[in-house]
């Protein structure tokens, strides 16, 4: 288990960017690879991004391929999401958590949570 604390989330409309970020604490940031996930209302959490410890692998789910791009700064404890060309259908919370496992029902401890709302 590890804090992590979202923030960046905010009202955007379509096509618009936004920039969330994922501080956490502990050697586990610097010594595993983060994801994004998120969970739009009434639907069940999904993976978003992933990156490895180097910053050198990255992964994304389909629906969001060349809009989002996830890096980080270990210096910083911090991973970000930079989200362009917003859709609607991206509205939901994003969270962020170690990146071992695509399934988000496979991790024990989510943050807060940053809400993400797009309009059209």
């Known amino acids: 288990q590890v804090q992590l604390v979202e923030s960046g989330g905010g009202l955007v409309q379509a096509g618009g960017s936004l920039r969330l970020s994922c501080a956490a604490s502990?050697?586990?940031?610097?010594?595993?690879?983060m994801g994004w996930f998120r969970q739009a209302p009434g639907k069940e959490r999904e993976f978003v991004a992933r990156?490895?410890?180097?910053?050198?692998?990255?992964r994304y789910a389909d629906s969001v391929k060349g809009r989002f791009t996830i890096s980080r700064d270990n210096a910083k404890n911090t991973v970000y999401l930079q989200m362009n060309s917003l859709k609607p259908e991206d509205t939901a919370v994003y969270y962020c958590?170690?990146?071992?496992?695509?399934?988000?029902?496979?991790?024990?401890?989510w943050g807060q949570g940053t809400q993400v709302t797009v309009s059209s």
């Open positions: 958590n170690t990146g071992g496992s695509l399934v988000p029902s496979d991790y024990d401890y």
């Open positions: 502990g050697r586990t940031f610097s010594s595993y690879a």
């Open positions: 990156i490895s410890w180097s910053g050198g692998s990255t």
